[in-house]
C-alpha cells in the first residue's frame, strides 16, 4: 500500500513534443505529490508539487494533472528540449509520517533534437 | 534559496575502514533531514530520517550500527558508514527540509548533490 507505481520506464520523444510520465498510488492518505528531475550523477532536484485539493497545477512548461478517485497523477512536459533528458521520479508522503517520501522507480527522458 | 549541501562529492575508502558525509542545508534551518542511497539506474531508497538534536529513525532492513547518523544542529547532519565493504558502494543522497510553522519553504524537501562512495 506503500508503493508508488511509474510509467513508462523509459521515454523518447521528439523534441517540440509532449512527455507524459504516469504514477499510481493505492494509500489515500498520501497528501503530497512531488516531481523531481535528476540528471546522472547529480542529486534530485523538485520540479513542481501538488496537493489533493487541486486537480492541475502548472509552472512553466511543466504540469501535473491530479486524480484523486482514480488515485493517480501525471507530469506533463510542453514543448520537450533536448536539455529536459533525465530521469524523472515521482514521489507521495503523507504530513504524519513526517513527510518520508515514497519514490516512483523513474522514468528516463530522452529528448532528440 | 532551498541550497543543500554535501561533502565530499566523491570519496574512494578501503575496505574496513570508515566514511563520514556530511550534508548542510546553507540557506535554510533544517529540523529533519533524510538518508538515501541509489544504486545504479535505480530508484531512490530512504535510508533514515533524523531530526535535529534526537536519534535518527531508520528504515527496515537498514543497519543502525553501520550507518551512524547524527543531526546535531539544524544546519548539519552526518551520515558515517563504518566498516565499509564494497557492498556498500553506492550514491548517497540527503535532503533537507524546514519544517517550521509558516516557514517558507512549505513541506519540500530539497536534495543534496549527492556523494559516490566507493569501497575497494
Known amino acids: 500500500q506503500q508503493q508508488v507505481k511509474q510509467s513508462p520506464q523509459s521515454l523518447i520523444v521528439q523534441k517540440g513534443g509532449i512527455s507524459i510520465i504516469n504514477c499510481a498510488y493505492e494509500n489515500t492518505a498520501f497528501d503530497y505529490f512531488p516531481w523531481y528531475q535528476q540528471f546522472p550523477g547529480k542529486g534530485p532536484a523538485l520540479l513542481i508539487a501538488?496537493?489533493?485539493?487541486?486537480s492541475e497545477k502548472k509552472e512553466g512548461r511543466f504540469t501535473i494533472s491530479f486524480n484523486k478517485s482514480a488515485k493517480q497523477f501525471s507530469l506533463h512536459i510542453m514543448d520537450s528540449q533536448p536539455g529536459d533528458s533525465a530521469t524523472y521520479f515521482c514521489?507521495?508522503?503523507?504530513?504524519?509520517?513526517?513527510?518520508?517520501?515514497?519514490f516512483g522507480s523513474g522514468t528516463r527522458l530522452l529528448v532528440r533534437p | 534559496g532551498a541550497v543543500v549541501s554535501q561533502h565530499p562529492s566523491r570519496v574512494i575508502c578501503k575496505s574496513g575502514t570508515s566514511v563520514k558525509i556530511e550534508c548542510r542545508s546553507l540557506d535554510f534551518q533544517a529540523t529533519t533531514m533524510f538518508w538515501y542511497r541509489q544504486f545504479p539506474k535505480q530508484s531512490l531508497m530512504l535510508m533514515a530520517t533524523?531530526?535535529?538534536?534526537?536519534?535518527?529513525?531508520?528504515e527496515q532492513g537498514v543497519e543502525k550500527d553501520k550507518f551512524l547518523i547524527n543531526h546535531a544542529s539544524l544546519t548539519l547532519s552526518t551520515l558515517t558508514v563504518t566498516s565499509a565493504h564494497p557492498e556498500d558502494s553506492s550514491f548517497y543522497i540527503c535532503?533537507?527540509?524546514?519544517?517550521?510553522?509558516?516557514?517558507?519553504?512549505?513541506?519540500?524537501?530539497?536534495f543534496g548533490p549527492g556523494t559516490r562512495l566507493t569501497v575497494t
Open positions: 533524523s531530526n535535529e538534536g534526537s536519534k535518527a529513525t531508520y
Open positions: 514521489a507521495a508522503s503523507r504530513m504524519d509520517s513526517s513527510y518520508k517520501l515514497i
Open positions: 535532503s533537507a527540509k524546514e519544517g517550521r510553522a509558516g516557514g517558507y519553504l512549505g513541506d519540500e524537501q530539497y
Open positions: 501538488i496537493r489533493p485539493d487541486v
